[in-house]
């Protein structure tokens, strides 16, 4: 779960340069009505802070009910076959992200089409919250457009469901809206240089070819790590039941170096001569089986 959360943090903050177009309008409009002169930097900054507050709880809200469908999914599926297929299909959407962010491929707009459906139901909320002159409104500001159609948001929320499960799923889209939150802070502080900064690009070229990193290292890992969980990796089990008269067996199963099943059995209870056998050397002694 760690790493998930690692690489939802990674994604906020370095694809949050796609956030600049998407989200730049939408900040600017939490100036509407400030007192800006005379008003302290740091009360402007908390302003923005709480915008964000709310926009974070949404994402987590969003991650939960991810991490529920993914699991209600996984719930008819084995848990060998899930966990790296859940895996490769993240690094594929981070591959698609990453490509989008740079430019060179946008896929993911078609995703970000979608969810403009049910965007057109929750957008007039958000006006209900402007002028956002106050700490509860803002926050409500935030809260409604955390729902913006967002591809970066999207591929996260691919990381929250294959987690399976809805607390995790939250966990993973608030570590991604931390990591988002420092570009929305600079965009909120009007900070022209930086913002133009983030436009070029060269930047989102390699910004867009890291995520892209991050996606081939998590397809990598999904398909070793299935890789050696099957069969014939020399892993052993043992399990215990009971047969005949001998009391319980213990019997071990592997796989020998030469690919051939072996199975031992032995006795775990020892058998006194004369009671309940008449060959009691024979009933104690382990016999193996190659």
């Given at each position: 779960m760690e790493l998930a959360i690692h690489t939802a943090v990674m994604i906020g903050l370095l694809g949050s340069t796609h956030c600049v177009g998407m989200c730049?309008?939408?900040?600017?409009?939490?100036?509407?009505?400030?007192?800006?002169?005379?008003?302290?930097?740091?009360?402007?900054?908390?302003?923005?802070?709480?915008y964000n507050a709310g926009r974070i709880v949404s994402y987590a809200a969003a991650g939960a009910l991810a991490g529920l469908a993914g699991a209600l999914m996984a719930s008819n599926i084995s848990l060998d076959t899930a966990v790296p297929v859940g895996r490769l299909i993240a690094g594929l959407f981070m591959i698609a992200l990453?490509?989008?962010?740079?430019?060179?491929w946008h896929a993911v707009a078609a995703?970000?089409?979608a969810g403009a459906h049910l965007w057109r139901r929750i957008e007039p909320l958000g006006g209900r919250f402007l002028p956002a002159t106050t700490p509860a409104r803002t926050f409500g500001l935030g809260l409604v457009w955390g729902w913006l159609p967002c591809g970066l948001v999207y591929s996260a929320l691919v990381l929250?469901?294959?987690?399976?499960?809805?607390?995790?799923?939250?966990?993973?889209?608030?570590?991604?809206?931390?990591?988002?939150?420092?570009?929305?802070l600079v965009i909120g502080g009007a900070a022209e240089h930086l913002i133009k900064l983030m436009r070029h690009p060269?930047?989102?070229?390699?910004?867009?070819a890291t995520i892209m990193l991050f996606g081939v290292y998590a397809c990598v890992t999904a398909v070793n790590g299935?890789?050696?969980s099957t069969p014939g990796s020399g892993s052993h089990t043992t399990r215990q039941d009971h047969s005949g008269d001998g009391g319980p067996i213990g019997r071990q199963r592997g796989v020998d170096g030469s690919g051939q099943l072996r199975q031992r059995s032995f006795s775990t209870v020892p058998i006194s001569p004369g009671v309940g056998s008449t060959a009691a050397p024979a009933a104690s002694s382990a016999a193996f089986f190659a």
């Open positions: 730049g309008g939408i900040v600017g409009a939490l100036n509407v009505g400030l007192p800006h002169s005379g008003r302290p930097p740091l009360s402007r900054g908390l302003h923005h802070l709480t990453g490509l989008y962010v740079a430019g060179w995703m970000e089409r929250a469901m294959v987690s399976a499960s809805p607390g995790k799923g939250a966990m993973i889209m608030l570590g991604f809206g931390l990591g988002t939150l420092p570009m929305l060269v930047l989102r070229q390699v910004v867009g299935h890789a050696h």
